[in-house]
């Protein structure tokens, strides 16, 4: 973990203190907390935060949503169970790049399948912001939904069934028995849910690196990080782009933690 982590990071955060390309090494000059003082006052960066936020919000939503129907299926399921759980994993299984290049010939403009269902003729998804987003937002939510499902299902699967039946025969309906009995009783697993997928949308690059390369406005927060230091050869620049994405993850987390902390304290059998 030192080698493959700890090592990273600090090179990263020591990087990023100087004014450093690749092309001219012998240039390097110590700036201290110049770089981010550069990026934290330029419009680029709080755009792809914005954009980045905006996909994450999008992705965990849905992905929540349809899990949980995923998750509620197989919970109830008699037969054939395992065959169900490994069949909905496939999409989770395929390399991001693979589903990404995927994703984009789908939404092709003239050999993609959507435009044809859609009856869309000679409309370029990759041509504007909106539509842009919409299919990056797709590939994600197919791919990933799959774990969210899972997460879930550990959930329900923790849930008393004379709990639901009491509620049952109390004359609570479906609805009520949903809110006030499923949910209360599986906060802690939806809330490592949401905070695994939060974490992981945050840090999408994949699937905008595939299908639009940052165009339309559609670039994330890695991705900026990957333009400074490959395409614009900034180390220190996108070295400070990737600190400053790390201690975001960082406060996400914790205020994951901090919200569900009862619920993680009671699921450990802590009182």
Same mark, same amino acid.
């Not at 690749?22 to 680029?44: K, M």
């Given at each position: 973990?030192?080698?493959?982590?700890?090592?990273?990071?600090?090179?990263?955060?020591?990087?990023?203190?100087?004014?450093?390309?690749?092309?001219?090494?012998?240039?390097?000059?110590?700036?201290?907390?110049?770089?981010?003082?550069?990026?934290?006052?330029?419009?680029?960066?709080?755009?792809?935060?914005?954009?980045?936020?905006?996909?994450?919000?999008? #992705? $965990?939503?849905?992905?929540?949503?349809?899990? @949980? *129907? /995923? =998750? !509620?299926?197989?919970?109830?399921?008699?037969?054939?169970? +395992?065959?169900?759980?490994?069949?909905?994993?496939?999409?989770?299984?395929?390399? #991001? $790049?693979?589903?990404?290049?995927?994703?984009? @010939? *789908? /939404? =092709? !403009?003239?050999?993609?399948?959507?435009?044809?269902?859609? +009856?869309?003729?000679?409309?370029?998804?990759?041509?504007?912001?909106?539509?842009?987003?919409?299919?990056?937002?797709?590939?994600?939510?197919?791919?990933?939904?799959?774990?969210?499902?899972?997460?879930?299902?550990?959930?329900?699967?923790?849930?008393?069934?004379?709990?639901?039946?009491?509620?049952?025969?109390?004359?609570?309906?479906?609805?009520?028995?949903?809110?006030?009995?499923?949910?209360?009783?599986?906060?802690?697993?939806?809330?490592?849910?949401?905070?695994?997928?939060?974490?992981?949308?945050?840090?999408?690059?994949?699937?905008?690196?595939?299908?639009?390369?940052?165009?339309?406005?559609?670039?994330?927060?890695?991705?900026?990080?990957?333009?400074?230091?490959?395409?614009?050869?900034?180390?220190?620049?996108?070295?400070?782009?990737?600190?400053?994405?790390?201690?975001?993850?960082?406060?996400?987390?914790?205020?994951?933690?901090?919200?569900?902390?009862?619920?993680?304290?009671?699921?450990?059998?802590?009182?």
């Amino acid at each position: 973990m030192l080698l493959v982590t700890a090592y990273p990071m600090a090179q990263a955060v020591w990087l990023s203190l100087f004014r450093y390309r690749i092309t001219d090494p012998h240039s390097r000059e110590f700036v201290w907390l110049q770089n981010y003082a550069v990026i934290l006052r330029d419009g680029l960066w709080w755009r792809d935060v914005g954009v980045t936020f905006l996909i994450t919000v999008i #992705t $965990v939503t849905v992905e929540l949503v349809i899990g @949980f *129907a /995923f =998750a !509620t299926v197989m919970h109830r399921m008699a037969f054939g169970r +395992g065959i169900v759980r490994t069949s909905i994993l496939v999409p989770y299984g395929i390399v #991001t $790049v693979v589903s990404a290049f995927a994703w984009k @010939f *789908a /939404f =092709a !403009t003239d050999s993609g399948f959507v435009n044809s269902w859609l +009856g869309l003729e000679h409309y370029d998804f990759f041509a504007h912001f909106g539509s842009s987003l919409l299919a990056i937002c797709m590939s994600e939510i197919w791919k990933t939904t799959p774990f969210m499902s899972l997460l879930l299902l550990a959930g329900l699967a923790q849930i008393p069934e004379e709990v639901d039946e009491a509620a049952k025969i109390d004359g609570a309906t479906w609805w009520q028995r949903l809110w006030r009995v499923t949910i209360p009783n599986m906060k802690a697993s939806i809330m490592v849910a949401m905070l695994f997928r939060t974490l992981d949308a945050y840090r999408i690059f994949d699937n905008v690196f595939v299908m639009t390369n940052g165009t339309q406005n559609t670039e994330t927060v890695s991705f900026l990080a990957y333009r400074q230091i490959i395409s614009r050869t900034a180390v220190g620049l996108g070295s400070a782009v990737s600190v400053l994405l790390f201690l975001t993850v960082v406060l996400i987390a914790f205020v994951f933690i901090t919200a569900f902390k009862t619920d993680l304290s009671q699921v450990r059998g802590e009182r």
